[in-house]
């Protein structure tokens, strides 16, 4: 069964912490993905990488960094965080879209409970 | 820029009720399109992917259509059940790159 996992269900840190949002996958995936989700705004991607130390910048990627260091496990990091990033953040994982030996499967994007942060 | 739009935002039906949601999307040139399923405070759950060359995909009781073209895709959901409830999303996936673009979902309330 795919499982991707995220650190905590649940964070509240102070303005001007630094935090860090862990996201782990056991599927061999190449793909991985940080998003934020905020009511009427709809998921927004912050940043993704499609191969160890490789990263790209989503839509959003101000105030935060990332980090891929294995294959399996993607951070996300607030270096300062504040009061407008307190916001639930999903983290999905995927083989690449040209990866046509998995047949109708592949590129199936898998996503973590998500890990709801507040920052006061 | 693909912008996504899906129709209607909330939606309450009786128990058994069949029931159609909407997506459609600004940008055809799409390789796939997924649906997903959100309960309230938690992650995403993949209900069908249809591939930009088909027409169709079904699972159980959920059936997803495509017209490419038009850039529009449906999900189908037959005979629904309280457990359906929650939010639905759809999510094309462009030709040249690896990053989904989200609708806002629509809400599904299935009352008992």
């Known amino acids: 069964d795919v499982k991707v996992t995220q650190s905590s269900r649940y964070l509240v840190k102070r303005t001007g912490e630094k935090v860090f949002l862990e996201c782990v996958q056991d599927m061999d995936h190449e793909n991985m993905f940080w998003y934020r989700q905020d009511p009427g705004l709809g998921l927004r991607l912050i940043y993704f990488?499609?191969?160890?130390?490789?990263?790209e910048k989503g839509d959003i990627p101000e105030g935060y960094s990332v980090s891929r260091e294995k294959k399996e496990r993607f951070s996300l990091i607030l270096e300062s965080a504040s009061t407008n990033q307190t916001s639930m953040y999903l983290c999905?994982?995927?083989?690449?879209?040209?990866?046509?030996?998995?047949?109708?499967?592949?590129?199936?994007?898998?996503f973590g409970a998500g890990t709801r942060l507040s920052v006061l | 820029k693909q912008e996504v739009t899906q129709i209607p935002a909330a939606l309450s039906v009786p128990e058994g009720e069949n029931l159609v949601l909407n997506c459609s999307f600004t940008d055809s040139a799409i390789y796939n399109l997924q649906w997903f399923r959100q309960d309230p405070g938690k992650g995403l759950t993949s209900l069908l992917l249809i591939q930009s060359s088909q027409r169709e995909q079904t699972s159980g009781r959920l059936n997803a259509s495509l017209d490419k073209s038009s850039g529009r895709s449906t999900l189908y959901i037959a005979a629904s059940q309280p457990g359906d409830s929650a939010t639905y999303l759809c999510a094309p996936l462009g030709e040249y790159g690896n990053k989904l673009v989200f609708g806002a979902g629509t809400i599904l309330r299935v009352k008992s």
């Open positions: 990488s499609y191969d160890v130390k490789m990263k």
């Open positions: 999905a994982s995927s083989h690449p879209f040209w990866r046509g030996s998995r047949g109708l499967a592949k590129n199936i994007q898998y």
